[in-house]
């Protein structure tokens, strides 16, 4: 199997990332629709097969190999996003036509949200259908959102959530920090401490030891975790703070709803040398090597391995042209390289 990375560059709008994140996912989920055993494409493929030679009549109608997942890595403008956890009211409420439906979470910082006079608002706001409650993404910040297939990845929904977490955790030993989960939702580390070891865990079976907290002190979140599926295709995914610009934004809420718990970044334990662009690699990187050591070459594994990993690089116009094409080649049997011979 062939992952796509698709790495925006510069600061993006959170809109457009939606969009394209919008585009795979429906590319997905058409395939599995129209591959699907008793969908109307099947029952027609069947119809059509000559009774003379069937093992021609097998290869003529083969259906075309299914799309390729994907990895958007992006850094976004300045937008606080919510979970199914943490919706606004609806708004055909009493709410002004033109007043800002907000979840409870996001009403003490409406003022941030909102155009002041002829200025912009100082951040953006975006309901999301992913898991979880109020969190916060901008310059500073790597965010990762998967566009997977997990039955091809030989993924259950929770394992998918530990690839993830022990990815980010991998990554983070390579620049010397220990992470670690808890039992609240994403990475976490121990602010007081920098890791001197650049070992990192190396299988999902050793997921326990990487939830032993190194000691007392209280943790800082320094990855969040989200994501929704819809047929086994899974989207959004999780947003790692590298410098510390994030941290104002989150100091004005409660971040997924954990009272009381503050947030850290690479810089922010020391690491300077980090920047967004080299940490989308990274995790990309740990991401593959998870997947093809724990699901796809482990025991019993029964996963696709991920053979190659190839690089995009977007731009406005690059992802205008990208979701138009995405858009044509819904079920024409059009790989993602061949997409992007279109555009380069």
Known sequence: MRLAHLHLPHTTPFAR?????????????TYKKLASPGSLSSQEQDRRKPTSNAATASTATAPPPPPDPTIITFTP?????????????????????????????LEP???????????PATAEYHPTLRGGQTTYHGPG?????????????????????????????????SYGVTGFVTDDPGV????????????????????????????????????????????????YGIGLNVTSEPMWYF??????????????SLQGLGVHDASVDQVAAGFVDR????????????????????????????GIFFDLAFTF???????????????LKVLI
């Open 17 to 29: 990332v939606s969009d394209l994140q919008q585009a795979l996912t429906t590319r997905l989920l």
């Open 77 to 105: 403008n300045p937008v606080y996003t919510t979970g199914r956890r943490d919706l606004p009211p609806s708004n055909t409420s009493t709410h002004p036509p033109k007043l800002l439906s907000l979840p409870p979470s």
């Open 109 to 119: 910082i409406r003022s941030l949200l909102t155009p002041s006079g002829s200025g």
């Open 141 to 173: 910040q790597m965010v990762a959102y998967t566009i997977l297939d997990l039955k091809r990845l030989g993924l259950t929904p929770r394992c998918h959530i530990r690839v993830l977490e022990n990815s980010v955790i991998d990554l983070l030993g």
């Open 188 to 235: 976490w580390v121990d602010d007081a401490q920098v890791s001197t070891s650049t070992s990192t865990i190396t299988s999902t079976s050793s997921a326990s030891a990487s939830s032993s907290i190194p000691n007392t002190n209280q943790p800082k979140k320094i990855t969040a975790v989200g994501v929704h599926l819809r047929r086994n295709i899974s989207s």
């Open 251 to 264: 100091r004005q809420i409660v971040a997924c709803g954990l009272e009381g718990r503050e947030a850290t």
């Open 287 to 314: 991401f593959v090597s998870r997947v093809n050591a724990d699901f796809a070459c482990g025991q019993g594994a029964l996963g696709e391995r991920i053979e190659e990993v190839y690089s995009v690089r977007g």
């Open 325 to 339: 094409l995405l858009g044509t080649c819904q079920y024409n049997g059009a790989t993602m390289i061949e997409i």
